[in-house]
């Protein structure tokens, strides 16, 4: 019987930000830690087309964005389709978020400005760190 093996594929990110300078920054981040970005979102639909193509295993979505989802209106579709984590980034205090957001498995709230070694702990919190077969990129 030969021994099953394990999935070396790289932990895959999904950015959704509609500020371009954010998600820039979010992009380089990830890559620094050794995480593979699966695509960059600046509204809910682009994001729900990423999610189809590039089976993310974490999301890291902001609350307002382009379009007319907002981030929180994204989170549930995301948890149904494929059970993603999700750390939602957000200027925005936990008391003006959607009722019951806040509290569910797999969601992390970090409120914005955050230090990026912050945004790693959450990261790696959710999903672990990332393989050490694959090193940091730039």
């Known amino acids: ?3 099953a093996i ?8 999904l950015i959704v930000e509609d500020e371009a300078a954010i998600a820039a920054h979010l992009y380089r981040l990830l890559r620094s830690w050794g995480y593979e970005v699966a695509g960059t979102a600046s509204s809910a639909a682009q994001a729900m087309r990423l999610i ?3 089976a993310p295993d974490l999301a890291l979505v902001n609350v307002h964005l382009s379009g007319a989802a907002t981030g929180a209106a994204l989170i549930p579709a995301l948890r149904a389709r494929r059970q993603i984590p999700v750390i939602l980034l957000t200027g925005c ?3 003006e978020l959607p009722a019951g957001l806040l509290g569910q498995p797999g969601l992390h709230y970090l409120p ?3 230090p990026d ?3 790693r702990a ?4 959710l999903l672990g760190p990332a393989p ?3 090193p940091a990129r730039a």
């Open 1 to 3: 019987m030969q021994a």
């Open 6 to 13: 394990p999935d070396i594929r790289p932990l895959r990110i």
């Open 52 to 54: 189809v193509r590039q």
């Open 93 to 95: 205090g936990p008391d």
């Open 112 to 114: 914005k400005p955050f």
């Open 117 to 119: 070694g912050l945004l």
């Open 122 to 125: 959450a990261v790696a919190q």
């Open 132 to 134: 050490p077969e694959h």
